[in-house]
């Protein structure tokens, strides 16, 4: 019997969504579906969810709970992972609070800027464990990541855990159709490519019927942008940049240096920026688990209907050999020519038989690239902190990024390191 491994699997609305569909899918009949959480009273709420799921469905698929790691992954072929290490109390909490202390505030911090590197910094000795066991039990497998920060933690996947990794966004096939819903085009025969880096990947093209779209976008944007809606930092982005970006405004208001800003707080209104807004849903996400929970976890009569998930099209593609294509996070092997090629990109890819088989971009336009950079910059000495154990390079990493570095002193982004060091106690390694 074939195996799909869902580490964190408490994640039960998100498992319904990437299992729920894999029960759909009649290429992965008769797999077992093997689920792994450390939150034991997740994990039964989960196997009760997706067993009554499974009857509803009819699948044949087995859905099977695991207490040891290990055996969830022996024998495993595709294995998910959707971990998030601390949660919201007390890491996340801790990520935010800190650097409030110091004047840094921040909207989501799950990618880069300081909550992105220490959600890396504890994320990163766990991951590497899921590849020390998949060495011994499954080596072969695909590993789907959705957990972030997803560029560093596939690039440390593929490269320090030596696991075929590929990292999976639904920022990318939600893109286009949130983009002209906003400006009331019908996304009917239109083409397009995207590909940079995760959250920040580039609208590259857009086309109808052979024409470029973009001059009609930009118009709409601008007028748009004279009224309040949600997306005005993705907006200005493109207005002043040239392209639009995939991942939501609340996102990149704290990738780039242009719109948190101490000496221009009226940019928080002008642009519609939810500081504080992870926390926020956090807190609504717990409250909405607690109203939900009955209805979903106790509900015979529970179904379901496949979603735009990505895994259940990889394992598809894999198993049928019908070609899928994605926009896929994989490492850098000469796809995107002016982005460093110790980075992980995000690009086309296309799935069949063969896995999953990324596409060349070339150079993106060198605006785009320079700003992807600004990123990377952080992301690679994230993880050089985390492979060699050395606190200076954490300090190095924040003291690179935009938005850290355009609000705070060399200093005090040193001193906030150390009080986000101990404050997160043993969810780090010791650093020297």
């Known amino acids: 019997m074939s195996k799909i ?14 299992l729920g569909d894999s029960m759909m899918t009649p290429a992965l009949q008769g797999f077992e579906i093997a689920l792994f959480d450390i939150d034991m009273e997740r994990l039964r709420d989960s196997e009760k969810m997706l067993n009554n799921l499974k009857n509803t469905l009819g699948s044949t698929c087995r859905i099977v709970a695991y207490t040891d790691r290990k055996e969830a992954l022996r024998g495993a072929k595709y294995v998910a992972n959707a971990i998030q290490v601390g949660g919201y109390d007390p890491c996340t909490i801790t990520d935010f609070e800190i650097p409030k202390k110091y004047g840094l505030r921040q909207t989501i911090a799950d990618t880069v800027g300081i909550g992105g590197i220490f959600r890396n910094l504890r994320t990163i000795p766990v991951m590497l464990d899921f590849a020390r066991d998949m060495q011994e039990v499954c080596p072969d497998a695909l590993f789907m990541n959705y957990t972030n920060p997803m560029a560093v933690l596939t690039n440390v996947m593929n490269t320090y855990g030596g696991i075929k990794t590929v990292g999976l966004c639904h920022s990318v096939q939600v893109c286009v159709p949130h983009l002209f819903s906003q400006l009331g085009i019908d996304t009917e025969g239109v083409k397009y490519q995207i590909a940079g880096i995760n959250h920040m990947a580039w609208l590259l093209s857009v086309t109808k019927d052979g024409e470029d779209l973009y001059p009609e976008i930009k118009r709409l944007a601008a007028l748009k942008q004279q009224e309040s809606h949600y997306d005005k930092v993705r907006f200005e982005m493109m207005l002043k940049f040239g392209y639009y970006i995939t991942e939501s405004s609340e996102h990149n208001a704290e990738y780039h240096p242009y719109f948190i800003k101490r000496n221009y707080p009226e940019l928080i209104e002008r642009f519609n920026i939810p500081l504080d807004e992870y926390p926020r849903r956090c807190i609504e996400q717990i409250e909405g688990w607690k109203r939900m929970r009955d209805s979903l976890v106790n509900n015979n009569d529970l179904t379901h209907k496949r979603t735009h998930e990505y895994a259940s099209h990889i394992m598809e ?3 049928t050999d019908k070609p899928f ?4 996070n994989v490492m850098n092997t000469g796809l995107i020519t ?3 090629r110790e980075a992980c990109v995000e690009v086309p890819c296309l799935v069949d038989r063969n896995g999953v088989t990324p596409t060349y971009v070339g150079d993106l336009p060198p605006q785009c690239a320079a700003l992807n950079r ?7 000495l994230t993880i050089e902190a985390a492979m060699t154990g050395r606190k200076e390079h954490i300090y190095h990493a924040a003291m690179l990024d935009p938005h850290t570095a355009a609000e705070l002193s060399m200093d005090d982004i040193i001193a906030m390191c150390d009080e986000l060091i101990e404050a997160h106690g043993d969810y780090l390694p010791k650093y020297v």
């Open 5 to 18: 491994t869902f580490l964190g699997a408490g994640s039960t609305v998100f498992a319904k969504n990437v």
């Open 317 to 319: 593609a894999i198993e």
């Open 325 to 328: 294509r994605i926009g896929g």
């Open 338 to 340: 002016n982005l460093p």
């Open 374 to 380: 600004t990123n990377i910059n952080t992301q690679l």
